[in-house]
């Protein structure tokens, strides 16, 4: 008798629990894109960036020249891609892209200190700029000068 007691238990409660389950909808992750504000957020962390970069010593020489409309668009579309947005990035890989700049270790950093502040000015939590600077440090090794 405790044996078939015992098994009515689990019965049940397994019943409650699939029942409570399948009450439930499966919770969906958001995109680093999404948790960054879509396209919105993208566009202002690359106008904060550029602005920020503009008014670095350390990067001004790199920016300085550059048509700011269209490195928007290329660095907007190449980061939303990046991050599971909607856009297919269509420019140059990040090797050619950066290949004849003779970046240095100290100017990536710096760089990277501009996004992550634009990325930091705009709410994103703790695991978002985590995120955000792991991306960016996996470029590393593409980017900067050997």
Request: glycine share 6%; proline share 3%; hydrophobic share 45%.
């Amino acid at each position: 008798m405790k044996t078939y007691r015992m098994a009515v238990l689990a019965t049940l409660a397994a019943c409650l629990a699939n029942i409570a389950i399948a009450g439930e909808e499966a919770p969906t992750s958001a995109t680093l894109y999404d948790r960054l504000g879509g396209a919105e957020g993208i566009d202002l962390i690359i106008s904060q960036t550029l602005e920020r970069h503009l008014a670095n010593p350390v990067l001004a020489p790199y920016f300085q020249h550059l048509d700011h409309e269209w490195f928007h668009h290329a660095a907007s579309t190449f980061f939303a891609a990046g991050t599971g947005g909607p856009n297919d990035y269509t420019g140059r890989d990040v090797v050619s892209a950066h290949a004849h700049l003779n970046i240095s270790d100290e100017v990536f950093d710096t760089a990277m200190a501009d996004i992550l502040a634009s990325v930091q000015s705009n709410g994103a939590d703790a695991t978002t700029y985590e995120e955000v600077a792991a991306v960016l440090e996996s470029f590393r090794l593409q980017v900067v000068s050997p």
